[in-house]
């Protein structure tokens, strides 16, 4: 079975800076999709960045990019120029394109900046 | 872009009595909708699987008889507690899949917060 791994519980920015999250996960699985997900105190699961396993190229979404080491098993999410608003629960999510198939969430890493 | 809207947002029921949580998704048809319990500052636990049409697959530990889930339609699937106890008050959300196309993001809902007095 897959697993997803997060092994920062809280994390702390100061606004403006860079902050980088670490996720990884085990599969023996070739093709499948990565995901990170923002849950702000509003409890609403917002995506924030996809990556597919077949694409050597990290994906990046305005100031939220990935770091997909796929032999390393690792996916970590780089948050440039933090801003309040990103304070949030960080979710690390695997995900298989089977029929039905649900994601595996990691356990999150509960995001802070200062101000 | 797919919209899930779950309503209602919070509810608080007596103990014993029995609660429906609605999950649509408004703009595509959902052929798979998924249900996960989210304890305070946990992370979203798969409750069950939920194909328009059938029964539903409640994954280990999830009572099937306390946590009924109806997929009646492509766009509406129900969770009902029944007979709900304090120990069910948690945070409730559900997601759903499209039939078209590679929806691979999945969407959620908004979630509903039960608490049980």
């Known amino acids: 079975a897959q697993t997803v791994t997060q092994s920062q519980p809280e994390m702390s920015v100061q606004e403006a800076e860079t902050v980088t999250l670490s996720c990884t996960y085990d599969t023996s699985e070739s093709d499948y999709y990565l995901f990170w997900y923002k849950q702000p105190p509003s409890r609403q699961m917002i995506l924030v960045i996809r990556q597919e396993a077949y694409k050597q190229q990290n994906a990046t979404e305005n100031r939220f990019s990935v770091n997909f080491q796929k032999a390393a098993k690792s996916f970590s999410l780089k948050i440039s120029d933090s801003q309040l608003g990103d304070a949030a629960m960080y979710f690390c999510a695997y995900w298989r394109d089977n029929y039905g198939q649900n994601f595996v969430f990691g356990p999150g890493t509960r995001l802070s900046v200062l101000p | 872009g797919a919209v899930v809207s779950q309503h209602p947002s919070r509810v608080i029921c007596k103990s014993g009595t029995s609660v429906k949580i609605e999950c649509r998704s408004l703009?595509?048809?959902?052929?798979?909708m998924f249900w996960y319990r989210q304890f305070p500052k946990k992370s979203l636990m798969l409750m069950a699987t939920?194909?328009?049409?059938?029964?539903?697959?409640?994954e280990q530990g999830v009572e099937k008889d306390k946590f009924l889930i109806n997929h009646a339609s492509l766009t509406l699937s129900t969770l009902t507690v029944t007979s709900a106890h304090p120990e069910d008050s948690s945070f409730y959300i559900c997601?759903?899949?499209?039939?078209?196309?590679?929806?691979?993001?999945?969407?959620f809902g908004s979630g509903t917060r039960l608490t049980v007095v």
């Open positions: 997601s759903a899949r499209g039939r078209q196309g590679r929806n691979y993001g999945y969407t």
């Open positions: 939920s194909n328009e049409g059938s029964k539903a697959t409640y």
């Open positions: 703009d595509f048809q959902a052929t798979t």
